[in-house]
């Protein structure tokens, strides 16, 4: 088929096999949390961890206490929505006005991804400026959409949701005590989290070669969690040359990456990989990611412990909520200009 809508082709430079994968290419980490279990172990544990947020700034943890059943309700579950037809789906549809919901448009870099996704957030209601306009003060109230068939798709959605988040504020924890700080060091930013939980539905593609599930991107988030089916297709720029790695679904695992946010209060210690989303033309895939986000107020920028003289901040602050709605303008439609990046908010040296 010949007919791919150009506004799904990538630049040649970012296509599928514009940079080369090495044949035996080094592992991202694998990290079994049931070590926390034996005391003697949780530190190896903790360095682990902070090693791959600096090295790779993405990992997958086993053993992380997401039950596999409620994973394996919500796969179940919203399949059978995505099956249904396109105007049962544009019924819980995204607007521009309220970002949750169904949606078969979104752009990365003012390209059309190769994906249907329904974005949940985890706080319903959930507070979020209501303009991009730095001036204004003024919120919105966002409640989530929800279908009405399955039935279940609410309940099994949530229940994946709380374990999810309970998981992110462990690893939270954990990042934290890798960077030496108090455990409980970022808790206070996420009294009104903004996090959010997406299904993505990749259909088979005709042309893998033009087309990507989701170009290449940072997540705009703190960390990300997500459950990848087994169909794989998930690839990674390494730090330190931007070669791309495949993230190989492993069965149960939870694939851990490092946001925005993450990378600006570790002024870059920690490192917030770009990723992409390779398709294919035979075989679907599902995956599922957990986006943990600060509240709407808090000021994003390097934390005051990680500084110093020889190491001052390398980022202005930013207020986070404008940052994600002037993030979320472009995916609702193609914009002429490229949208806001964390580099924008660099210190120019
Ligand atoms: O589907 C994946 O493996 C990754 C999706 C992703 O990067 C995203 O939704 O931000
Ligand atoms: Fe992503």
Avoid at 187 to 194: T, V
Avoid at 199 to 210: A, E, F, G, S
Avoid at 245 to 272: H, Q, R
């Amino acid at each position: 088929m010949e007919d791919l809508d150009p506004t799904y082709i990538q630049a040649p430079e970012h296509r599928s096999y514009s940079n080369s994968i090495p044949n035996q290419p080094e592992e991202i980490p694998v990290i079994d949390l049931s070590r926390l279990n034996d005391p003697e172990d949780i530190q190896n544990v903790i360095s682990e961890i902070g090693d791959a947020c600096e090295t790779w700034g993405f990992f997958q943890v086993i053993n992380h206490g997401v039950p596999c059943d409620a994973r394996k309700r919500v796969e179940e579950t919203v399949k059978i929505f995505f099956d249904l037809p396109l105007e049962e789906k544009i019924k819980v549809k995204r607007d521009d006005v309220n970002p949750t919901g169904y949606h078969d448009g979104e752009h990365t870099k003012n390209v059309r991804d190769w994906k249907e996704v329904f974005d949940i957030y985890f706080k319903d209601p959930m507070v979020m400026p209501s303009s991009t306009d730095p001036e204004d003060q003024g919120l919105r109230v966002v409640y989530n959409k929800w279908p009405q068939f399955p039935s279940d798709f609410r309940e099994a959605c949530q229940e994946y949701a709380g374990h999810a988040e309970k998981l992110a504020f462990r690893l939270l924890e954990l990042i934290s005590l890798s960077l030496s700080l108090p455990k409980e060091r970022f808790h206070g930013y996420f009294k009104e989290q903004m996090s959010f939980f997406r299904i993505n539905r990749y259909p088979p593609c005709p042309r893998p070669d033009l087309a990507l599930g989701v170009g290449h991107h940072k997540d705009a988030d703190v960390i990300s969690l997500l459950a990848q089916d087994e169909v794989g297709g998930l690839q990674i720029s390494r730090r330190s040359d931007g070669v791309w790695f495949p993230i190989k679904p492993v069965p149960n695992a939870l694939v851990i990456n490092i946001g925005n946010c993450m990378e600006v209060w570790t002024n870059d210690k920690y490192w917030s990989a770009e990723h992409r989303v390779v398709v294919n033309s035979t075989r679907e895939r599902y995956s599922i990611p957990f986006f943990l986000l600060p509240s709407h107020d808090v000021e994003v920028k390097p934390l005051e412990e990680l500084v110093s003289p020889e190491n001052p901040p390398r980022y202005i602050g930013y207020k986070y909520g404008k940052f994600y709605v002037n993030r979320n303008r472009s995916d609702f439609k193609k914009l002429e200009i490229q949208n806001i990046q964390i580099d924008d908010f660099k210190v120019v040296t």
